[in-house]
């Protein structure tokens, strides 16, 4: 295989892609702590094995296999352990996002993971929801939250999720969607049908994870039971004609997230991730960065990593970006303006 990466032309769309203004719908709050904010929370924390050492980290950030990520996931997870902290990670990635040009973001926070380490639930929605107020204010990143199921940890954690995601004294204002996350293998999705229903209920919409490392039964019954409204990775879907033909048909977009499949193992080479086969059915293909640091990755190089696979020019990202407005839950006003920016931004880098 030839490689590009120093072409002039590659040069400039990394520079386009640095600057493009962008919507990232699948990324996990934990899995977003920067090299920075893991060694600090660590050395906050000297009982905790992840290294205070940023440059250990990429070692100890090597996945064996997709059980192996959510170990190590996890005991970053474990670092995670006062209101302080929450709203320090939170803050710190909005800083991120907004240095890569993302104006919009669904975040997704696993909130059982933190009350049931001791941190008070009222606490833990405060300090969401007084970072995306900050972050907004002075970086001009507009958060919002999807609560996830941690599936492994059982229905107790769809439970404890339905009920901080849909009471109203709890619920924060950035909420808008439902998600399920965490091994897919031994845990079927149809168990978290009544969650899925009383979240829909309250007004929330539904994002499960599915087909990242199982097979398209898996997207089906993420539909079919979880009324799945996008669907988080749904690799395996290319495997099953009759399922990329529904997800186009009733326009149901994937998160795709490249760089992640490679890293946790789910699909063996970029060259042979299934992206091109989505967009060749017409399916809607969202990019994304899902853990971005844990993966070596963030959003621009999975924008890069697209345009390769898909052989996409400056306007071809520029829709692509456009994808992820559209496939977002913003309001009609809200996704009028960043397309907007997406085409005055795209117009005034290719005027002559
Ligand atoms: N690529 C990914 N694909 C799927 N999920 C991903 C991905 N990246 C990050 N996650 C996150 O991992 C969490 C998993 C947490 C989990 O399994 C678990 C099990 C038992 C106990 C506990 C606990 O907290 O005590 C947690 C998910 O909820 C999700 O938000
Ligand atoms: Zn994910």
Known sequence: MTDHRDAPAVRDLHAFIAGLPKAELHVHHVGSASPRIVSELAARHPDSKVPTDPEALVDYFTFTDFAHFIEVYLSV???????????????????????????????TITPFSSTRRGIDERAFMDAIEDARKAAEAEFGTVLRWCFDIPGEAGLESAEETARLATDDRLRPEGLVSFGLGGPEIGVPRPQFKPYFDRAIAAGLRSVPHAGETTGPETVWDALNE???????????????????????????????????NIATRAVRTLEEHPIKEFTRAGVIVTVNSDDPPMFGTDLNNEYAVAARLLGLDERGLASLAGNGVEASFLDDAGKAKLVAEIDAYTAAWLAP
Not at 84 to 94: G, I, K, N, S, W
Not at 228 to 246: M, N, Q, V, Y
């Open 77 to 107: 997870v474990d670092l995670i352990r006062t209101p302080e902290d929450v709203r320090l990670l939170t803050y710190e990635v909005a800083r991120d996002m907004a240095r890569q040009q993302v104006r919009y973001a669904e975040l």
């Open 226 to 260: 979880l009324r799945a409204e996008r669907i988080g990775h749904g690799t395996s879907s290319a495997r099953d004609p009759k399922l990329l033909a529904h997800l186009a048909e009733h326009r149901i977009p994937l998160e795709v997230c490249p760089t992640s």
